[in-house]
């Protein structure tokens, strides 16, 4: 069993920075990408940003600029920094694995961005 656990949501003004962590509890093989997602309230979840096990990196066009995906293998964690965040980006954001045999699901951290 593998659990990813996400965090460093938070309530932050609009052009204020996050940081989201997120670890699995154990190392994954066989990992063809890692991503951030997010949903807001009536809204599909969307992609946000991935990683290939390449090294490759995506961005939805409404964040490019914006935030940056990288993760730290040693320790089995992804993280997502979100710099000049805008109400349109409150949200919950969850972190994915897709890997050879199945994908793996966090739980969600809430993101909002408020005055």
Do not use: H
């Not at 069993?1 to 920075?17: A, M, T, Y």
């Not at 390449?54 to 710099?83: C, E, H, P, W």
């Amino acid at each position: 069993q593998v659990q990813l656990g996400e965090s460093g949501g938070g309530l932050v003004q609009p052009g204020g920075s996050l940081r989201l962590s997120c670890a699995a509890s154990r190392t994954i093989f066989s990992i063809n990408a890692v991503g951030w997602y997010r949903q807001a309230p009536g809204k599909q979840r969307e992609l946000v940003a991935r990683i290939i096990s390449g090294g490759r990196t995506n961005y939805a066009d409404s964040v490019k600029g914006r935030f940056t995906i990288s993760r730290d293998n040693a320790k089995n964690t992804v993280y997502l920094q979100m710099n000049s965040l805008k109400p349109e980006d409150t949200a919950v954001y969850y972190c994915n694995v897709l890997a050879a045999m199945r994908d793996y699901w966090g739980q969600g951290t809430q993101v909002t961005v408020s005055s």
